[in-house]
Each structure stands twice: as C-alpha cells, then as structure tokens.
T-cell receptor, first 110, second 113 residues
C-alpha cells in the first residue's frame, strides 16, 4: 500500500511565502501531483513532479526528492484567494491511478 | 468546450434506497475514476476504469457498483449496502498512463435523510 503524510492545517500572512510538505512511502513511484481544492469544489491541478528537483510555475513551485520520499509545494506572494486545501497525490505502478493525502488546509490572513 | 460533467450537484437518499450518480466526459479520455471525500479527509478511490467494458475496485468499493458501457460515461450506483454514504463524490478522467493529472468533475454531494 501507500502512505502519504501532510500537515493538517497551516496559517500564513498575505504577501508571505509558505511551504507545504508531503512525505510518502510507496513502491513503483511514477509521479507526484499537487492539487488545490476550495471548499465544496473540485480539486484543480497545480503541479507535477516525476524527476528530482524544482518545478516552477508562476507563484507556485513544487520540489521532489525521490530518495527521501519527500515533496513540497511553495506558494509565494500569498493572496487571500490562496486559502484552500492543498492535496498531495502519488502515482505508482502502471496506469494513472492516484492515491491522495488527506490535504493541508491553508488559511491566509491579513 | 471539453470537460467532465457530474449530476446532480446535490442528492438526497432515503435509507435503503439505491441512487445513481452520473459522470460524463467529452475529453476522449480513456480512464475514469470515482473518489469519495469525507469532511477533513482526502480523496479515497472507489472504482476506476481504464477502458470501456472494464473496471477495477479501488480501496473502498464495498456498497458501490459501476458500469462503463461507453467511453464517455461512468455512472456510480450507491447501493443500500453502503452503510455510510453521506459524502462528496468526485468523478475524474485522464489519458491512460500518461504524465498528466486528472480532470475532475464539479462533484455530487450525497446526503442520507
């Protein structure tokens, strides 16, 4: 099976930077995804890592270390609209089936 | 515009009833998935299908059934055997075995009354 861990909640200040960590244990690792989910809505895709290193996309960056089973999502210049749940998901083995972590609820304050 | 549509948005079920949640996509995606989300929890996989006329159980398939008669459609039936069906149900689709994420539907919130 797979085990994915994320912090349950985080709070940050508007304009600041926040890092959301995700650790995982799996065999046959084949990619890690980050999704953003606002309350009552569907998750939306943020980033994808399959090789070690940093992927940058605007205010959002995601890092992966396969040897450590570790990823983080970095959000810069936080805005109030970034208040949401951030889901880490791992793909393993063949196919495209994802296993999701429980999500990190981020609250951005003034 | 291509996308994935779930209906209804809200659904109420009486004890002992079966209900069917609809999921339709026009993205020409091979694979489709059903997840369940409970408050404060992540998404848990119920069933998935990688090709028409074939589907596999996910981690929490008990009390649910699916069919995949058409590429575009992957309906989920919540049966009376599912003892705790109140949850937010999400359908997703993807290109099979490719380096892409899912496209999600907008979800169906099912409540047992």
């Amino acid at each position: 099976g797979q085990n994915i861990d994320q912090p349950t909640e985080m709070t940050a200040t508007e304009g600041a930077i926040v890092q959301i960590n995700c650790t995982y244990q799996t065999s046959g690792f084949n990619g890690l995804f980050w999704y953003q989910q606002h309350a009552g809505e569907a998750p939306t895709f943020l980033s994808y890592n399959v090789l070690d290193g940093l992927e940058e996309k605007g205010r959002f960056s995601s890092f992966l270390s396969r040897s450590k089973g570790y990823s983080y999502l970095l959000l810069k210049e936080l805005q109030m609209k970034d208040s949401a749940s951030y889901l880490c998901a791992v793909r393993a083995g063949g196919g495209n089936k994802l296993t999701f972590g429980t999500g990190t609820q981020l609250k951005v304050e003034l | 515009d291509g996308g994935i549509t779930q209906s209804p948005k809200y659904l109420f079920r009486k004890e002992g009833q079966n209900v069917t949640l609809s999921c339709e996509q026009n993205l020409n995606h091979d694979a489709m998935y059903w997840y369940r989300q409970d408050p404060g929890q992540g998404l848990r996989l119920i069933y998935y299908s990688q090709i028409v006329n074939d589907f596999q159980k996910g981690d929490i398939a008990e009390g649910y059934s699916v069919s995949r008669e058409k590429k575009e459609s992957f309906p989920l039936t919540v049966t009376s055997a599912q003892k705790n069906p109140t949850a937010f149900y999400l359908c997703a689709s993807s290109v099979y075995d490719r380096a892409e994420g899912y496209t999600f539907g907008s979800g169906t919130r099912l409540t047992v009354v």
